[in-house]
């Protein structure tokens, strides 16, 4: 069983698959260039992935160039909850598709709070499936629990709900936040580590 940690593109750095009863995996800091002479010299197989692969990888990659940025004030604020979130994404991510924060752009100064909105998405399918639906809404509200205990954070709701219950409209106003925040915050003592896909 592959780690639910490494599966549909839920971690920046590696990525694995289930293929005709093989796992593959993808780690982005041995991505290299080949070039298409070398491919060209072979019959491709005659296997094909589900769509649903395929987009998985696409997004994977894709993630170094379309990743939100947030404020660094706002990383710094909430890198109390991040790091207890950390730990609590990498057992439960799987129940969240998605999360997406509704958050100013703006370096505040301490006199003013961070406002945020908390949409976690959840699979249709899983979403319809009450046993999942009450842990996806548990961890929700686990995010909040740790966000709202940050200084200079006020979170004003948080909702679960399934992906057909996001509009583009709502995608537009808000940010997604990453279930690997090692991406979203440095460490103690490190640089940034960059959004690599």
């Known amino acids: ?3 639910t940690a490494w599966t549909e593109g839920k971690n920046a750095r ?4 289930e293929f005709d009863d093989k796992t593959y ?3 982005a800091a041995t ?9 060209a010299q072979h019959t491709p197989r005659q296997y094909q992935l589900d769509r649903e692969t395929v987009q998985h990888i696409i997004s994977w990659v894709a993630r170094k160039y379309i990743r939100s940025a947030f404020p660094d004030e706002f990383n710094e604020r909430i890198r109390p909850a991040a790091n207890k979130l950390r730990k609590v994404f990498k057992k439960q991510g799987g ?18 709070d961070y406002e945020l ?3 976690g998405a959840m699979r249709v399918l899983d979403h319809n499936d009450s046993k999942k639906r009450r842990e996806a809404q548990k961890l929700v509200d686990k ?3 740790e966000l709202e205990q940050c200084d200079g954070i006020e979170v004003e ?13 709502d995608i537009r106003v808000m940010k997604r936040w990453e279930n690997d925040i090692d991406l979203t915050l440095r460490e103690e003592g490190e640089d940034a580590v960059p959004p690599v896909g």
Do not use: C, H, N, Y
Not at 31 to 39: A, D, G
Not at 157 to 169: F, P, V
């Open 95 to 112: 129940l969240l598709s998605a999360i997406f924060l509704t958050v100013s752009d703006e370096e505040f100064g301490r006199d003013q």
């Open 31 to 39: 991505r290299m260039m080949l070039p298409r002479v070398l491919l």
């Open 157 to 169: 709701s948080s909702e679960l709900r399934s992906e057909a219950e996001i509009s583009l409209a």
């Open 143 to 145: 995010i909040e629990a």
């Open 25 to 27: 995996e993808f780690d």
């Open 1 to 3: 069983m592959i780690p």
């Open 14 to 17: 590696k990525l694995q698959i």
């Open 117 to 119: 909105v908390i949409f």
